[in-house]
T-cell receptor, first 112, second 115 residues
């Protein structure tokens, strides 16, 4: 088991473009979480999945953000019409039910 | 809703000295508490967790933390730090009710260890 992986590790885009990030959780984990971390802050919860069902979304997740987890395996997080305020580290974590969450290395997004 | 306060944004300390990183939480229900460490350009690694039972929990790399319900605190301690402990440390809380186990994090404490 290689842990949680995220791709790409870094993404630079121009304002107004769409971006998509991918997260591959630990294989036996049924829960998958997305967090956003801005400079000097702790991670903030965005959304989570239990298997393929998206069960909770934060009010931070505007309608420009969409997340999917088809077949309950990997997940994607898409941001449409990016804004400079979207620049952040996007972290993915997975867990088996209520057990501890294991975090991936994150995807750092820079919006120019 | 729960919240976490990490009172110190930065803690400078000399190598081999003891250190305490403070964490206070607020919640109207029972909580689970965690400390994570983040090295530059990396994700978060779990140091230790309190779920129930003994209020003194031991984690990796010689760290320990004590859950104090009356003071709503979960301070992290290490008796002797190393240069390699330089990193950002985050305290986090989740509740044991409902279907979600999302974590609420503090703003972090930067531990800077010098010779």
């Amino acid at each position: 088991d290689t842990g949680v992986s995220q791709n790409p590790r870094h993404k630079i885009t121009k304002r107004g473009q769409n971006v998509t990030f991918r997260c591959d959780p630990i294989s036996e984990h049924n829960r998958l979480y997305w967090y956003r971390q801005t400079l000097g802050q702790g991670p903030e919860f965005l959304t989570y999945f239990q298997n393929e069902a998206q069960l909770e979304k934060s009010r931070l997740l505007s309608d420009r953000f969409s997340a999917e987890r088809p077949k309950g395996s990997f997940s994607t997080l898409e941001i449409q019409r990016t804004e400079q305020g979207d620049s952040a580290m996007y972290l993915c974590a997975s867990s088996f039910w209520y057990n501890e969450q294991f975090f991936g290395p994150g995807t750092r997004l820079t919006v120019l | 809703a729960q919240s976490v306060t990490q009172l110190d944004s930065q803690v400078p300390v000399f190598e081999e000295a003891p250190v305490e990183l403070r964490c206070n939480y607020s919640s109207s229900v029972s909580v689970y508490l965690f400390w994570y460490v983040q090295y530059p350009n990396q994700g978060l690694q779990l140091l230790l967790k309190y779920l129930s039972g003994s209020t003194l929990v031991k984690g990796i790399n010689g760290f320990e933390a004590e859950f104090n319900k009356s003071q709503t605190s979960f301070h992290l301690r290490k008796p002797s730090v190393h240069i390699s402990d330089t990193a950002e440390y985050f305290c986090a809380v989740t509740t044991n009710t409902g279907t979600a186990s999302k974590l609420t994090f503090g703003t972090g404490t930067r531990l800077q260890v010098t010779l």
